[in-house]
């Protein structure tokens, strides 16, 4: 009966070490310091509070050899020790941490998800293979992954966002916006005034409330914005080639419109009466003409794509 016991414990021993590390810390940290996390691969999650403390909790990866939590200044620094040799597989570090929401964070990860909500003094993610879900961060705003999905809610400032063979699904961000894609759909419904999208072999479709600048460049892309209001002396200007292009615009838009078509691909305006004409040498057509004295500009050159103008309805 001892014997089995002692097999038993040591068999407990045994899967709480390979369970990887628990830990519970907090530091003191100042209201609007900085805080950098560096974990190559697992869950983060990240909450900003209202208390002047920065605490992690959760479990390390299986490979860890410890951690390091420290404060230097106005700026702590958390960090995963893997050794290299223990760098290929397992299951990576479950960690959750609470920060002020004054602080600015920089974290980043090669095999990392990440999750962060309510940090308003600046944030920048990245990783190689994994998700990024954000919500309710303020000021200047990096999110960057490859092989991976960027889920946003309620972003306010400089917000720059990209992914390789991944999507992003942006819903209420303000400020100035920009996404990039390769080989994913962007979708996006916010309020920003300031939008720049690149993209390939893409969807993209923006539901935007009011533009002041709206810059879209796309190669073998589907292109749907419907605009609610084009404010004075606003701009958009569309290069794409191949794909489609379909803007639905205030029946009451001020603006000198511009469309430029090379190398086949149609042109439908349902804005006006204004139809497109073909060069007299070459494929192609184009199509220029001004509405309602013409406060903005639009401008689109396509390659080998259709483009569609309409009323928003």
Same mark, same amino acid.
């Given at each position: ?123 920048? /993610?990245? &990783?190689? !293979? $994994?998700? %990024? ?7 200047? +705003? @990096?999110?960057?992954? #490859? *092989? ?30 920009? /996404?990039? &894609?390769? !080989? $994913?759909? %962007? ?7 300031? +939008? @720049?999208?690149?993209? #390939? *072999? ?34 958009? !200007? ?76």
């Amino acid at each position: 009966m001892n014997k089995l016991l002692s097999t038993l414990a040591l068999a407990l021993i045994a899967n709480a070490t390979i369970a990887g590390q628990s830990i519970d810390q907090q530091l003191q940290a100042a209201a609007n310091g900085r805080v950098l996390i560096d974990n190559m691969r697992g869950h983060i999650t990240v909450e900003g509070w209202d208390k002047n403390l920065v605490k992690v909790s959760g479990e390390l990866d299986d490979a860890a050899e410890g951690y390091e939590f420290e404060r230097h200044g106005d700026r702590i620094v958390f960090e995963v020790n893997i050794p290299r040799r223990k760098a290929k597989g397992g299951e990576g570090s479950k960690l959750h941490f609470y920060l002020p929401h004054n602080s600015s964070l920089n974290a980043e990860g090669v095999n990392v998800e990440f999750h962060i909500k309510g940090v308003y003094g600046g944030t920048r /993610l990245e &990783t190689i !293979n $994994g998700n %990024i879900e954000a919500e309710a961060l303020k000021q200047d +705003i @990096e999110l960057e992954t #490859i *092989n991976g999905n960027i889920r946003s809610r309620n972003l306010d400032g400089r917000i720059e966002m990209s992914t390789v063979n991944g999507r992003i699904d942006d819903q209420n961000s303000s400020g100035k916006l920009e /996404l990039s &894609t390769v !080989n $994913g759909p %962007i979708s996006s419904n916010n309020e920003a005034e300031f +939008i @720049e999208v690149q993209s #390939i *072999n893409s969807e993209i479709k923006l539901e935007l409330l009011k533009i002041k600048e709206l810059g879209v460049k796309t190669a073998n892309a589907r292109i749907d914005v419907i605009l609610q209001e084009f404010l004075p002396r606003g701009d958009i !200007n569309i290069d794409t080639v191949s794909g489609r292009v379909e803007l639905k615009l205030p029946e009451d838009i001020s603006a000198d419109i511009s469309l430029q078509n090379h190398a086949g691909g149609h042109i439908h305006n349902g804005l006006s009466e204004h139809q497109p004409e073909r060069p007299r040498f070459g494929p192609g057509r184009s199509l220029d003409f001004s509405l309602n004295g013409g406060s903005g500009n639009i401008d689109i050159t396509s390659v080998s794509a259709d483009v569609d103008l309409n009323p928003k309805k």
